[in-house]
């Protein structure tokens, strides 16, 4: 048993060497030869934790994903070997490692002390006195960096602040959930990666057009520079000559509410205090209000906008403005700034009007002060989130970039058009907030400073709120991140062109040949079927590795298989085919009924006995050993998958079928007696002939 | 164990498995699109294991950590990207080729794809895929090809096999249809029908038709039975949606691509009955050119793509030892099982008035003259009084297999022809004395009252059960 256990190490070992980066594909990989060869977990688990503590630094972390991925996807016996060493493994890494880093690192073991996602397995992944070790490790780690900052003068650094709560993970597959990733997430996440690269907004230097427009000066002066009462004057200056106007043409709606919205606006400015950086936007808005030539007709009604509207009118406003007009403004910023903190008393219960807006500024600069934190926004989880937030922003821009340019025609069509849709009802406001629940935590952290207006403005464009450059191209519709992950991986209808001729055919055309591999990146290594790289694709592959476990039944040889009848004419003409991959659904009469019974009948366990006839007795069904393995309900080593009875020990499913003559058991632990390889019983096989 | 012959030749003196694999396992590099082909005797197996790299078995994906086990089987392992080969076992011949067809058989499946794209977005039936050649041409390994392709694009054509020479999920002598979802056993031609156990391959639900002779241009049972199988694929389409979309791929017989003075009056048959929109005309010029010059002038409605596809170089003749001892290993798989997937049979006795036989009237002696050009379908239509002769069993029938149909023994000769088949039953010994006949049959259980046909093909397969 030696050699193998050797050879299965060194191939794991290899294929480790390779992973330099936190790579999906690999260590998928790499768990399924782990999950494949639980018989040599011992020598996988060794190389595994040799290969942590050897390489280098960078590559520690993408190898302590295997072991999360392996620990997560196939449990035990890896639990076992690898929770014995993980101290060491964890905290000999963890020393190492720069900052970002062990945040990651942190977020790993958050993940341990709790369940596998979607498991029905409510154990922790590692037993909590392992990762309780690990954490109290880590407390004194923080504590002495935290001393050492403090004598250092450095307390603005707090890399050592505890890793940020992250949400229990909602997938099984993943080596590691990316939200608390901080770099990694960014950068080599592949799902990630997937969804922000067409966007093209990472890192924040990757959005030069909007921050180069000439007419966001705002961002660089210092935040105090607004004063205040100026601002109240220029503004009550407004409002006179907008009530003017309106006497002029009192049916105009649109000056109406425009008008309405200055006196909101006005009211906030006198009952609160606003941060600078609104009051600077809100003095730039209406800096840019007042200049125009037609001053009578010319404002700007921010306030008729109604954010949410879901009946956008971008794509016939967009004309009216020359490209070079301002891409970002007040509105935007106003419109996508973080959920409410301070409640206004603004009566905009019925127009959506500028303090509505204000309203949901609050802490608006800081919603997004890391790129770590900018992270979460991308998530498919969220994929809804986007639609409904991508319509309001060209909205809301559009008004404010009339001032800049308009003519007063232009202006009031655009306003026309406002109050039209104003007219609709608007979706309530913090929709679309629901949908980002994990930027809300955030919106209270760290304090204002000039650079997070960019990241603002970086995370407003991943998530495709802004347009993605100065002509405010209306038309670009609001793309949720879901149909962007199908163009993705899709592989269907993107550029077949293969005429159906003699000559088409004898035309090399290599690039196609992508659509059979590259397009599904996920292999089964059993039979080689290949998945999406998708979260779909991912769930598809985990019930199809699920269907091999259970088709893998070593009982089934006992029982007299034997060929079935062809089913009939008109039995095949009804028949749908069952993909294994799909999830169950009772078509063609067949029912899931039988998994929930058998989930408990494997979950059954007896302590291991101590009597030593016993233990080293087969079960006498099926005459295979039972495994021990370490059970941490029981806090003992226990045999899984087995029952008493009359003093001796049966596997649970073999009672279970011997006694009730049960119809097809699924697979007991597979971890114990499923794990061989196919290699092997071909091998098996070929020699057997059949001795009828 | 039983060594099996010819592994053991050098080695006389039985030794683990393990280590008489590890002396003969050797690996094999490949380069970029270009095959290993292999021809393995019945007597030999061969293994193979993808090492690095990708590679496919007759466009199904070899898995990376599986090996596969080949023994009578000529096939070729080809790669797209290059790959490395762990071969253990010895092949009857094997050389590397890297002139194959498989860009242009690739774009075939592209070019389809193209029409699946349309029918699911129009809701038209996807593609109807008809390929015919002479043979030997790679009719078969075409077809799986283009329906591994489509099942990795994640559709589920209907593959429709034609070619009663050579069974499709069931016996010689059958006519199958059969939706693919999953991928094609590489070990085990197409894989298996199902069992009552698990199969580490999904099983396909085939429909099997009995057709009984080994070649479609005798009797008058070809016809009929294309235009029944026509009927049910048409109606399964109907409303399964995915295989609609998907359409189907049907493999001939050589056969019918002879043709007679440029008259293929089976392919003419088929086209019409299924609907066939796609032609794929594999090595034969003149048999494309003359379905060519037919069918580039059909109204747009019914249009039918005509396209030539070059026969692959690694094409091999197969003579007719090596064919039959391919039906019997079928017909051995259909009772026992293939590989790993050992069944187990069952063996009863039944008297011969149980037996309701109905054999196939010998159609050979008048082979030449049924259907010469000019006897229109009316002909085969009308005469159906005398397609079966009740047949009593008499030692004659040993050995034999018995096509078990849906039919009453008492349902008319025309319903028994189209009625598909349940199963098939081997007759193991016949005891004239006594009037019992010993069978072999895939599931317990009595020998069902159904009309039972017998014809002359598959042969006889002694010594199935001894």
């Keep these: 048993m030696s050699q193998p256990s050797a050879e299965v190490a060194a191939d794991f070992k290899d294929a480790l060497q390779d992973l330099k980066i936190n790579s999906r594909p690999e260590i998928s990989n790499l768990t399924l030869i782990a999950k494949e060869n639980t018989e040599y977990a011992q020598a996988i688990s060794r190389e595994l934790e040799n290969h942590i503590r050897t390489t280098r630094p960078e590559w520690k972390l993408p190898a302590l994903y295997v072991l999360d991925s392996i620990v997560k996807n196939v449990g035990t016996p890896y639990t076992v070997y690898l929770g014995r060493n993980l101290y060491r493994t964890f905290m000999d890494a963890y020393t190492l490692m720069d900052p970002a880093t062990r945040k990651a690192m942190e977020g790993l073991l958050k993940t341990w002390k709790q369940p596998v996602p979607e498991s029905m397995d409510m154990r922790p992944v590692f037993s909590p006195e392992v990762t309780r070790d690990i954490e109290n490790a880590l407390i004194k780690f923080r504590t002495i960096a935290v001393q050492q900052q403090a004598l250092s003068q450095k307390p603005g650094i707090q890399h050592n602040m505890p890793a940020r709560p992250m949400p229990s993970v909602p997938w099984r597959n993943t080596p590691t959930p990316p939200q608390n990733a901080t770099r990694f997430a960014a950068a080599n996440d592949p799902r990630l990666r997937q969804v922000t690269l067409p966007y093209g907004q990472y890192p924040p230097s990757a959005t030069p057009q909007i921050q180069s427009q000439p007419s966001i000066s705002f961002y660089p002066q210092p935040p105090q520079a607004i004063d205040v009462e100026g601002l109240k004057a220029s503004l009550s200056k407004l409002i006179t000559s907008t009530q003017a106007a309106w006497a002029l043409s009192p049916v105009d709606v649109a000056i109406q509410q425009k008008l309405k919205a200055l006196l909101d606006l006005q009211m906030i400015l006198n009952t609160q205090t606003l941060p600078p950086e609104q009051l600077k936007a809100a003095a730039d808005q209406i800096q840019a209000m007042s200049p125009p030539p037609a001053p009578a007709t010319a404002f700007t009604p921010p306030a008729s906008i109604p954010p949410p509207v879901i009946a956008s009118p971008q794509q016939n406003t967009s004309p009216l403005f020359p490209p070079s007009s301002t891409a970002v403004n007040i509105g935007q910023i106003l419109a996508n700034a973080r959920p409410p903190v301070p409640p206004s008393p603004a009566p905009a219960a019925t127009t959506p009007s500028l303090a509505d807006m204000l309203r949901r500024v609050s802490s608006p600069m800081n919603s997004s002060s890391t790129p770590a934190s900018v992270a979460p926004f991308y998530p498919p989880p969220f994929s809804a989130a986007p639609l409904p937030m991508a319509i309001p922003v060209p909205t809301a821009q559009s008004p404010a970039l009339a001032p800049a340019s308009a003519t007063t025609v232009n202006l009031a069509q655009l306003l026309g058009q406002f109050s039209k849709s104003a007219a609709t009802p608007m979706a309530p406001v913090p929709q679309p907030h629901s949908s980002f629940p994990q930027s809300q935590p955030q919106s209270s952290a760290a304090p204002l400073s000039t650079g997070d207006v960019k990241w603002l403005l970086n995370a407003l464009k991943a998530q495709n709120l802004l347009p ?9 519709t609001p793309l949720s991140s879901e149909p962007m992950t199908r163009q993705v991986s899709a592989n269907t209808g993107v550029h077949t062109d293969v005429d159906l001729t003699t000559a088409s055919m004898k035309q090399p055309r290599f690039h196609l040949i992508t659509k059979l591999y590259e397009a599904y990146p996920n292999i089964c290594a059993t039979c080689g079927r290949r998945f999406e790289s998708s979260l779909e694709g991912k769930e598809r592959k985990a019930r199809h590795m699920d269907w091999h476990f259970k088709v893998k039944d070593p009982d089934v040889a006992k029982r007299g298989i034997h060929r079935s009848w062809y089913i009939s004419e008109k039995e095949w003409i009804e028949y749908r085919e069952v993909d294994e991959a799909s999830p169950e659904q009772a078509v063609n009469g067949v029912t899931s009924a039988t998994a929930a019974p058998k989930k408990e009948t494997k979950d059954r366990y007896v302590p291991v006995p101590t009597d030593a006839a016993l233990v080293h007795a087969p079960c006498p069904i099926c005459q295979e050993k039972f495994e021990p393995q370490w059970l941490v309900e029981a806090n003992d080593f226990v045999w899984m998958d087995a029952v008493k009875v009359n003093g001796k020990v049966y596997h649970a499913t073999c009672w279970e079928e011997y006694s009730k003559g049960s119809s097809l058991a699924a697979p007991s632990t597979p971890d114990s007696v499923l794990g061989k390889r196919k290699a092997e019983d071909s091998i098996g096989s070929g020699k057997k002939v059949r001795a009828y | 164990m039983i060594s099996l012959p010819g592994l053991h030749l050098s080695n006389p003196t039985p030794e683990p498995p393990s280590t008489a694999e590890s002396i003969v396992t050797r690996t094999q590099d490949l380069l970029a699109c270009s095959e290993y082909r292999f021809e393995v005797p019945f007597t030999r197996t061969l293994t193979i294991r993808l090492l690095t790299g990708t590679a496919e078995f007759f466009g199904t994906e070899l898995a ?20 490395k080969l762990e071969i253990g076992g010895l092949a009857e011949s094997e050389y590397t080729s890297e002139e194959t067809q498989m860009m242009s058989y690739a774009n075939a499946h592209f070019a389809l794809e193209k029409l699946r794209e349309r029918s699911v977005q129009t809701g038209e039936l996807g593609p109807r895929i008809l390929v015919v050649g002479p043979e030997n041409a790679g009719k078969t390994s075409v077809v799986k090809i283009l329906t591994s392709y489509a099942v990795k694009a994640g ?48 099983v396909k639900m085939p429909l099997v038709y009995h057709y009984g002779i080994a070649n479609p241009d005798e009797g008058s049972l070809f016809r009929p039975l294309v235009t029944r199988m026509a009927l049910a694929v048409t109606s399964r389409l109907e409303d399964d949606k995915p295989s609609r979309q998907a359409g189907f791929i049907i493999d001939t017989s050589g056969a019918i691509s002879h043709g007679k003075g440029g008259v ?3 392919i003419d048959h088929i086209i019409s009955e299924f609907s066939v929109n796609v032609l794929f005309v594999l090595g034969s010029e003149r048999l494309y050119s003359d379905l060519a010059r037919k069918y580039s002038n059909r109204p747009t409605e019914e249009a039918v793509s005509v396209v030539r596809l070059d026969k692959s170089g690694g094409c091999v003749d197969r003579d007719e030892a090596y064919m039959k001892q391919l039906r019997q290993a079928q017909i051995r798989a259909y009772f026992f099982g293939h590989g790993e997937n050992t069944l187990g049979p069952h063996s009863h006795m039944a008297d011969y008035d149980e037996l309701n036989i109905f054999r196939i009237v010998d159609a050979a002696s008048d082979a030449n003259s049924s259907f010469r050009p000019g006897n229109d379908d009316d002909d085969v239509y009308g005469s159906t009084n005398n397609i079966y002769t009740k047949a009593t069993p008499s030692p004659m029938i040993q050995n034999s297999l018995l096509a078990v149909t849906t039919a009453a023994a008492t349902d008319s000769q025309e319903v028994i022809r189209d009625s598909s088949v349940r199963g098939y ?17 895939p599931q317990p259980g009595q020998t069902p009252s159904n009309a039972i046909i017998l014809g002359s ?6 010594g199935l059960v001894s």
């Design chain 2, 64 to 83: 990376p950590s599986s090996t596969y086990t080949f023994t009578g089987t000529k096939g070729a392992v080809y790669t797209w990207r290059g790959c």
């Design chain 2, 425 to 441: 039953i081997y007759v193991a010994d016949v005891d004239d004395v006594k009037k019992k006949v010993r069978l072999l049959s």
């Design chain 2, 155 to 202: 559709r589920q054509p209907v593959v429709v096999n034609l070619d009663p020479r050579q069974g499709m999920l069931s016996v010689p002598g059958s006519v199958t249809a059969a939706a693919f979802s999953s991928i094609i056993d590489i070990e085990d031609s197409w894989g298996s029908s199902p069992i009552s156990g698990p199969s580490p391959v999904p």
């Design chain 2, 457 to 462: 093909f598959p042969e006889d397969v002694p």
């Design chain 1, 468 to 476: 993605p450059g100065p002509p405010m191209s209306a038309q670009a």
């Design chain 2, 264 to 266: 293929y009056e089976n």
